[in-house]
Structures are given as structure tokens and as C-alpha cells.
């Protein structure tokens, strides 16, 4: 009799892999298609999501020691999404109106620490919210006067620990300056914290606007738990004003919300917040000022392949690009011109989110009279962002069937046991075959994966969070072929992993 | 100058604490209020909400070392909830009609392997969806042919694993089938397991009654994912009799839904699946049949004291007991009598949805001219419930704060970044003070945490996944008054625990 052998959770194939700490698991070449060829005579970065498809072949047979679902990324875009911020906004800005400017990454997009690292070395600042996300961004190197630390729940000890670093403190409430102004008084005793004084603090402003987004991602209004009335700004100044020796106003922060899709929006909140550094400078006399922070905010283009699967119908969609934002900035920012002042920004999806694509394995086809299914190995677990804001994101195969058959209309679930587990709805697919051998080697891609769902990944159904792998190009590229190697950036989980802190569980 | 140490984020506090490997947090003794002694004398269990809040004074020395949030469970209160269902399923079935019964826990409702130990330890099958829900179960304990594998999207492997296991396996869908014959034919050709077949499986029938949840919660009718359509049953019974020497028809299975509210949403279902049975004996000659497997999806009373902080009226709900649900089965089953078919339910929240609240720490009131927050502690991350699902959840302090104040319109809230992070909208609390000291050692509690919260816990923004403590009482009571017993069964995570698979981390 065979015996069941519970070390086989530790899932060896994987294991054995993983633990003599190889990371790159190939190397290949990238052949460019005519649709690539196109877009790079165009001077413009084809989709990520065609160099990750052009390269999946070759990280396929790794399946069986990777297993699916795994999220892969093109570390190419994450590149070119960062200088697409960086370089607009330092010709808008820099060249043509004198100011400094800073590409803050908001870490809560995607918190894999290779992402982070590589905004890092082309030189970003990193915006986090607590404690954790603190620690990580000084374990990748970046310096404490680079960081802006949000947050409208902060603990003492974040504080602490937020000054201690030479963190910039947003101040979300005035119960959080109160908190803030508490921590310093403390720590201040300490000699050796001297040159951590006065704490720099950015004023987070909730403004009235609109965002048009999600209500989950709208950050701004009355209703909102972020940052204080304009009409609470004058208090909270002059609290600051009476603790100069702990704490100054470094400067001020608004953020409207996230998948923004029209640069209008800015305009108004740019305006505002410009006034306000204005008002403050002549009726405060305040000239500690040196940041104003425009949040992130931009969406991307979710659905600019819909209409190939869906009857989403095609639109010429223009999400504002980096450059919008610039120059939407820039043509409100001339009264701050000569004051010594740094325009920040926060972006966070438009950096991450279509770097990265979710491989998937088929793992049948489901019929009723009314609906087909398309179960897959991945889920809500890994890409909670259908479930939760109905969010569109385009799935297809990897390869094309090949069966010329019709598309039918599809939902793609996952084998999670909730009937949320849906990945898309009413999609037009190729069926695949229902007998029993055929399916087991067809993929589906789910696209912009990279903001929101790696970082929201849940253990539900002790479901294992994936493991992640970045394609590196070689930076010598040698006429229309350039070497690759695929970089393993995240073990998957174990049982171990996912039980390992409960106490009845060794 | 002080140098920041990374090893902080080991948090120490918490680690020295742990790592003793010390349990038993405290000992106490239970003080029984009035309203307690009321609910005893009326041999009814007082509310767990109750025993905890009661306990809670002598746990919060301990958050100093824990750190809320805190996930704090009644052991009486799953004990009281699992004899519930056994013994009004004896009662009314075995005792009444002769038919065997078990209870089979819902594993994905929350994985702490303490609390699967209660259940089992007090006789209870386990229902599970996959090959890490089944490891759990056997690691615990439980035995192959207690265990039933559900689920719509099995892995090959998964499948594999379950029949070596002995499971039930629950057939979802004709490709489950197909995958299913096609591994019992590789395992076959080893003779040592030769007791393992023909495998034992359970048809899913998706039935098209209206569950009455939200859609996320329904789990029948064609839209569904689960289950399959009555007019296909006929099909795959041919299937499996022409393969009788690899598997055979065990039994019959329907799920509805989860937070039912109405026991008479069973009756229909209850009934069909009979109807099936039976004809499945009569015109297909199978004599195989054992199981008759009813799914779970009892709800429990999340507002019942919703009337003391907001404006939802209080309805004297009544919530279907499992007697309730026992007593419908038992009205339909009396043609299924003494063939030997045992009667199975799949309970997952009503045995441990109202055993566990969570303890939050208030960190401050944030006010606007429109709107009050209490910023707590606890998040979305811990509690997606109400994020998700619009799910209420009962919040209250759990000292009051005796400031004879007006209570105000509040929402909770927590610090994630997101503005769905909220526990709770639109709640009638006393305010606390804003001044910078008084609020530390606030706490609230949200009530009904056991399922779905837990076992559904995000790391998003790097939140650890809080610490779980049982409230165990002697077995042995005195009078009014019983020792207690505080078990930690979870640690906390550690920035280690969340970032440790990402390979730039270290």
C-alpha cells in the first residue's frame, strides 16, 4: 500500500529548483514580428504584452518545474514606463520652467522587490503608507529623504520610525499631526536626532472634485477617509507654526484617485493646490515649503484589445499620458516658479500595470445550455480586480487554437469555490477541445496584471500566491535580435509558507 | 547618530514572544454578567461575542506583545455550533428516520487548523476544494473516506492525490469526469492500490432555484460555474457505468448558495435531489449510492444588534437553526429510508462565522464638516467582507466610553489605501476625544469575523496577517465562574513571512 507522504506539499519540483538559489531559469532570443518591427520604426515600445507572448514558448517547459499560474513581466516597459514619467517631465518642466521634479512609485501598485529596485536605479523616489512598506524601500536603497510616507492610519511607532529615517510625513488629520508632533517632542531627548529636526511634513488636501472612477478607487470628496478640508489647512498650519522646533511644512499633497482616464480632471486640483503654496507663502510667511505633491492617479487602457474578444466596441480611448500630466502641471505652476520648489508625482498603475501578464493553464471546458465555461488555473485569488471593481482585463490564448472554429461566448473562471472566481465575463473565444487529452497544454494570458493584483493576491482556499518572473533583455542589442533571460523574482508558495505561523499546524 | 536597524522589522516585541514556543497566553476566570446568567438559565449558549468581550480585559495587557488586530475565538462557541448540527441531525434523522448523518466542515470558511481540530476532535468530516485544503485535513487528522473533494477546476495532480487519499470526489463537471477516468486509469495499473477502486464520486447538480444571496454567494442556477445541469446527469451515469472498474457513483450533491436566510429555499432542492436518487436507482440499477450530500450555506445573524448603532431596524430575523434545516430534510428523505444512504451537510459559516470578532485598536477621529471616521487599526486586509460584498459586520467598543455624549454618525475605517477599506458605514458610536493621548488604549470589536475573514486576509499595502488567540474555559466549571485559558494559534506575519518568496528581498 502506498503510504500519502505529506512532505509532498512542499511541492519538490519546485523546491528542488528554487533552493539552489539559480534565479535566471533560461536564456533565448526575442524575434521581432512584423507588429514589433512596426512599432519600433515608430520609435514607440510595442505592448509588453507582445514581447512577454513572443518569449512565453521558450518559459513553457519550465511549467512543469514552475507550475501555473505565474506572473511574468517585461522589465523592458517597466523601464521605458519610468522614463516615460521621468523624461516628460523633465523636459515640461525642468528644461522649459526651471523646476526639479520627482517620480515618486507608489509601492502599494506592486511591493515585488525587484520591481521596486528597478524605478530605484533609474531613480525613483518610492511613496509607501506604513511601517512595512517603510522597511522595504530602505532595503532596496533608497534614501529616507527620498521616501514620502502616506497613510491615514498611521501608528506611533510608523511615526517613530517615519522620523527616524528622514522620511517626509504626510499629515492626513489633525489627529495625525497631534500623533506626529507627539513622537518628535519624544524623540527629540535624543541628541544624536538632532539633524531629523524639524520633521518634514507635507499637508494632504482632500480635494472636492470628481475623479469619474470606481467608488473604491475614488480618493477624493467628503466622503473620503484621505486628507483634510481645505477650510481645516489654517489650523493645522498654525499647530505647526508653534512647534517650529519639531516640525515644519515642507509642503503640500493632493490625489484625486486611481484609473483616471481624463487629464481635465487635474486641472482643477493643480489650480487648487498651487493656490494654496501660494496663500501660504504670503499669509503664513512661511518658506520652509519645498514639495508639492500632484498625487498619481493616471489609469491605462484596460480595454484597448476588448473589441478583438468582446462587444466592448472599439474607441480610440487617449488615456493621458505622462506627458499630459506634465504639461497639465506645467500650465499652472508659473507663480511658483524661482521659489525653490519640487514638483512631485506619485504614479503608481501607469508605471506597473501592463508590464506584467498572468500565464494561465487551461483546465477544461465547462457547457451548459446557456454558457460555456472556461475553468483555468488561476482566480480571484490572483487577480482580485474583476471580483471587486468589476474591472476589464483582456484574456486570450497565448496561441491561437488554430481550429477556425467560431467564437462562442465564454466566461474564463478559476477553481476557487465562490462564485465571484471570474476572471472575464462574456468573452468571445475559440472553444477548445472537451476530450479529455487535448487541453492540457493550451495557455491564456490575462493582460495588466501588474498593479493591484499581485500586491492584493489572497490565500483563499489556501490557494498558493504565484511565483513571478521578469524577462531581462540585454541591454546590447544586436540588429532585429536581442538575448533574453528569464529571471525568477518570486518563489510560489508552499503549505508551509501559507500555514507555517499557526501553532497547531507543526 | 542613530543607525536605522532592518532587524526591526523583525519586530522583536512580538518574536522573543513567540518563539518560546509558549502557547497559553494567560489564565482567568470567567465572570458571568447578568446577561450572561440569563442566556445560561435559559440553556441557551450566551452569544460568543459576549465570553470574549468579557475576556477581553485580561487579553489587552497582551497587545503590547501581539499588536492588534487580533482575531480572538470562543473554543465553546464551535463546540456549542458543531453539536448544534450533530445532534439535531441524530435527533431528527438517525434517531427519527434511521439514517446515518455527518457534518462535514467547509474548510475554505477559515483554515486555522485549531479550529478544524475542534471540529474534528468532536467528529466532523471536512469538505475541501483542493490539494492544500486536502494536506490541512489529513495533517489534522481527519481520514481519507471523511473527506470530500469538491470543487470545479482540479488540477490532475489534485485528482491523483484525492484518489490515492480515498476521498469522495465530487465530479462538477463531463471534464472533471474525463480527467478524473484518466487518472484512476494510470493509478490503476499499481496494485497497491487496488482498495482504492473504483473510486468513489459524487455528482454536483447545479440546481436553478433562487438562493437569495448576493450574486457572489449564489452558487446555483445557469449562470453558475458549479455543478451540472440536470438534463447532463443521465450522460455521465453512462460514462461511469461503462468505466465501473475505475469509479462508481456514490452519491448525489447540491449547493445553493452561501448566508441563506430562509430554510424553505432547501425545500425544492432537497426534493430534487431525492427525486434523483431515486430515479437513479430505479432506471440506471445502481446500487452504489451512499451519499446524499445537501451543501451547506446557512447564514448567520450578522444584524442582530444592528438596531444599537445604526438605523437598520430591529427584525426579529430568524435565521434557520440546523434543526430548522435537519426538519426539512427529514420531511423529503423518508423514500430514500433504509438504503442505506447517509445524509450529508457542508457547513461552513454558521459553525464559525459567530465563534471570533476582532479586536481593533482606535488610533483616532478624523472629522470633516459632512462626516466622522474612526480610524482604526484593522482593515480591509483583515475583514474584505464588507468591502466586497457590502457585508455588515456589528463594530462596537468594547469598554464604553462613558462620556454620556450623543452618539454620532460614524464610518470605521481602517489605514489601508484604498477607500474601500471600511468596516463599517453609517454607524451610530460615541465620539472619542481628539487630543493627542486619550485614545491609545481604545478598542473596538467587529463582531462575526470567523468565516470568510480570516481564511479571505489580504497582504495588500504589506499588512501582516494578524495574530488568532483561542478563549478556552475549563472544562471543569465552579458555579458562576470557569478558569479560561488564552491559546495563541496564530502568530503574526513578519515583514520576513510576506516578502520572503521574492528572491531580490534577501
Redesign the interface.
Known amino acids: ?2 503510504q ?1 507522504n ?1 512532505e ?2 512542499n511541492d519538490k519540483s519546485n523546491g528542488a529548483f528554487y533552493f539552489n ?1 539559480e ?1 535566471v531559469l533560461c536564456t533565448g532570443q526575442i524575434q521581432l514580428t512584423d507588429f514589433l518591427e512596426k512599432h519600433v520604426m515608430n520609435s514607440e515600445l510595442p505592448d509588453s504584452e507582445e514581447i512577454i507572448l513572443q518569449n512565453i514558448n521558450e518559459l513553457v517547459p519550465y511549467e512543469s518545474k514552475l507550475s501555473t499560474p505565474i506572473y511574468i513581466y517585461s522589465k523592458k516597459r517597466l523601464v521605458y514606463n519610468f522614463l516615460s514619467y521621468k523624461n516628460s517631465f523633465k523636459e515640461e518642466l525642468t528644461d522649459q520652467l526651471g523646476f526639479q521634479t520627482n517620480i515618486s512609485f507608489s ?2 501598485a506592486n ?4 520591481v521596486l ?1 528597478v524605478f530605484h536605479e533609474n531613480g525613483s523616489w518610492a511613496s509607501l ?5 517603510l ?2 524601500a ?3 536603497g533608497i534614501k529616507g529623504d527620498n521616501l514620502i510616507f ?7 511607532s510608523e511615526i517613530d ?1 517615519a522620523i ?2 528622514g522620511c517626509y510625513l504626510n499629515i ?5 499631526l ?2 506626529t ?2 513622537v518628535a517632542q519624544k524623540l527629540y531627548q ?1 541628541e ?2 538632532r ?1 531629523k529636526f524639524p520633521v518634514k511634513l507635507i499637508i494632504r488636501v ?1 480635494q472636492t472634485q470628481n475623479a469619474q472612477v470606481h ?5 477624493s470628496g ?5 486628507g ?2 481645505e ?2 489647512v489654517d489650523n493645522l498650519i498654525e499647530i505647526i507654526k508653534s512647534n517650529s522646533n519639531l516640525v515644519k511644512l515642507s509642503g503640500f499633497h493632493s490625489h484625486l ?1 486611481s484609473t483616471i482616464k481624463a487629464v481635465d480632471i487635474y486641472h482643477e486640483s493643480v489650480k487648487n493646490l498651487v493656490n494654496l503654496v501660494n496663500m501660504t507663502i504670503e499669509n503664513h510667511k512661511i518658506d520652509s515649503l519645498e514639495i508639492i505633491n500632484f498625487g498619481g492617479g493616471l489609469g491605462i487602457n484596460y480595454e484597448r484589445f476588448a473589441s478583438n474578444t468582446s462587444k466592448i466596441p472599439k474607441v480610440e480611448l487617449k488615456i493621458p499620458t505622462p506627458r499630459d500630466l506634465a504639461k497639465v502641471i506645467g500650465s499652472h505652476v508659473t507663480e511658483l516658479k524661482n521659489k525653490n520648489i519640487r514638483i512631485v508625482v506619485e504614479p503608481g498603475r501607469s508605471l506597473v500595470g501592463d508590464s506584467c501578464i498572468l500565464l494561465t493553464n487551461l ?9 460555456n ?1 472556461l ?3 488561476s482566480s480571484m485569488c490572483e487577480c482580485l480586480r474583476p ?2 471593481y468589476s474591472a476589464y482585463h483582456h484574456i486570450d490564448y497565448v496561441k491561437p487554437l488554430n481550429q477556425n472554429g467560431p467564437r462562442e461566448l465564454v ?1 474564463v ?10 476572471l472575464g465575463k462574456d468573452r468571445y473565444l475559440e472553444l477548445p477541445l ?4 487535448e ?2 497544454s493550451i495557455y491564456l494570458a490575462i493582460m495588466d496584471v501588474g498593479a493591484y493584483c499581485s ?11 504565484p511565483s ?1 518572473v521578469f524577462i531581462e533583455e540585454d541591454e546590447s542589442t544586436n540588429g532585429s535580435k536581442s538575448e533574453v533571460k528569464y ?7 508552499t ?1 508551509e ?9 507543526f
Open positions: 500500500m502506498i500519502l505529506l509532498d506539499s538559489s534565479k509601492i502599494k511591493f515585488n522587490p525587484s529596485k503608507v506604513n511601517k512595512n512598506e522597511l522595504l530602505l532595503k532596496v502616506n497613510g491615514n492610519g498611521k501608528k506611533l520610525l527616524k529615517s492626513d488629520s489633525l489627529f495625525n497631534n500623533h508632533i507627539k535624543n544624536d536626532l539633524n482632500n467608488q473604491y478607487l475614488n480618493t467628503d466622503a473620503c477617509k484621505f483634510v478640508q477650510n481645516q484617485g483546465l477544461g471546458l465547462k457547457q451548459n445550455e446557456n454558457k465555461f475553468v483555468v488555473d471580483c471587486l466566461d473562471v478559476g477553481p476557487v469555490c465562490e462564485s465571484g472566481d471570474f472537451i476530450s479529455e487529452n487541453n492540457a500586491s492584493m493576491a489572497l490565500n483563499y482556499n489556501l490557494h498558493p500566491k513571478e529571471i525568477l523574482t518570486r518563489r510560489p508558495d503549505l509558507n501559507i500555514l507555517g505561523s499557526f501553532t497547531d499546524f
